[in-house]
Each structure stands twice: as C-alpha cells, then as structure tokens.
C-alpha cells in the first residue's frame, strides 16, 4: 500500500477527550466492560497513548476506544495520543489488525469493517483473499468471518430471528442462542448445501433458525454432527433430527464395508453436503425403524 500511515510523521501529545471522537475508521463501535480499567486509569492514568487522526480541529480515535472509554468514566480531561495523518483505508486496517490481534471485536464489527475497504478500494480489497494479506491473517479465516456474519443476518432479516454470532459468547449467551464464529459458519454450510437450498426461502429460514439455537449450547463436533444430519432430511422436524443425530452419536461402531456400499455412502455424502458417518448412521436408524427394532 502506498504512503503506509507507519511511514509517515508521529506527533505524541496530550489530546482533550472533548476533542477526541470515535468515527468509522475505528472497527470497534462498543468498549464492552471497562470498570476495571476505569479503576486502574484512575490510579495510575493512560499509560499506552490510543492512535488518532487529526480531522479538522478534532482527532478520530483509531485505536484505544476502551482507554478513551475509561479515561471519560475516571473523569480525566486529557489523555496521551500518537497523532498522524492516515486515509480512511489506512486507519481502518490499522484499526482491524490491532483489534484482531487483541481479540477485542466481535464479528459483526469485523464484518462492517471488511466491506468498507471493498467498497473505499474495491480493487485492492475486492476478495477475501486481498483481505486475508491486509490482516496478516489467512483466507480461511476471512471467508468464515464473512459468511458467519451473513447468514446470521440473513437470517434476522428474513424471519425476525433473535440470532448474535459472537466471537466467544458466555454460557448463558449460548443458552440464549448466541452462536461462536465456528458454528455459525456450520450454519452457513447448511444454508449452502443443495437439500437445503431446494427448500422455499421461508421455510429455509425458519428451520435454520431453529436449527441455529438448537446448536449454540453444543460442542462444535457435536454440533457438526447434527448439521450433517439435518442436510440429509431438511425437510423434516429439526426437533426430531436434533434428538436422532445426540442420539446416533453417543453410539461409535467400527464396520467393514463392501466396497459398493462404501462407494454409494461417499456418492451420497457428496450429494447431500453430509458426512459418510452421518449417512451411515442415518441409513442404519431408518432401517432399523422399518423393521420394527427402533
């Protein structure tokens, strides 16, 4: 990138809080919690001067929203600032990168943040790859943050569903249907998978919601689990697909198979977006209903 912010001249001053401002470069909209850094700020004041760009007679705040948060809550009128000049693309990378690094966004932010340099420089920024080198991070990790985020939004929208996707929600969160990144991109791959898609929208969207809370409190292999389950037979109960995948996995077995059949799971798996596990499992429970067995 060319004229990098780092490059450039740094003033470190002292800046007033009333002229310090959070705008859209800075990726991190909510501080969260910081009585305990209220306590300690005022104790021993800002110690790490935040990162600020000047705009005008004010100065954008880029990094350091929990310490702009805490010195107003300690009631201190000045705070120390790294003052340069730095683009809209520029700040808001420094601003990812940094809160990335402290693991101090959740994805909704880091989403918000990813489209703006599509769209302030859509031909540097235009894939999830180009992405991926600004972060330092890999592509993986850009195109699940993405897809996480969209279809819990697609999801709120289309159906008014209470659904968050949070980088590590509380246990009491994920009670209440709060999904980790890792198991809202299961989701994604539900949504994405053939079965799923032969659904009407409204439906689609009502059962992966139900699906979605079914799945927040779960351990994530446990989790992907029942998604498998669920791409086989979306049009089912989600209910009753919940309670057969818990119930399948708690029971591991070890089969030889015929080479025919093994290849006609992996066909099947293929097409359905499932597991062979999953396949297995799911042939044997119906199997054993129509016999009478189960």
Sequence with gaps: MPGLAS????????????????GKAN??????DVRELTESVREKGVLEPVLARPVGTKYELIIG????AAAKEAGLKKIPAVVREMSDEEAIVISLVENIHRRDIEPEEEYDALMELRRLNPKSYGSAEQLAKALGKSRKYVEDRINAVEVVRSLRKEVKADIEVKQAPRPEERREGVLPVKHATILHKAREAPSVQELPRKEQAKKLTELAHSIAEMPRPEAENVVSHFVMAPERPVEKIVKE??????????????????????K?????GATMEAIAALALHSWLRQQGYA
């Design 245 to 266: 995948a818990v119930s399948l996995h708690t029971v591991r077995l070890e089969i030889v198979l015929d080479p025919r059949v093994a290849d006609a799971l992996r």
């Design 27 to 32: 990726v991190r909209k909510n501080p969260g």
């Design 268 to 272: 099947a798996a293929e097409d359905r």
């Design 65 to 68: 929203s929990r310490r702009f």
């Design 7 to 22: 490059e450039r001249e740094s003033i470190v001053m002292q800046v007033e809080l009333s002229k310090l401002f959070v």
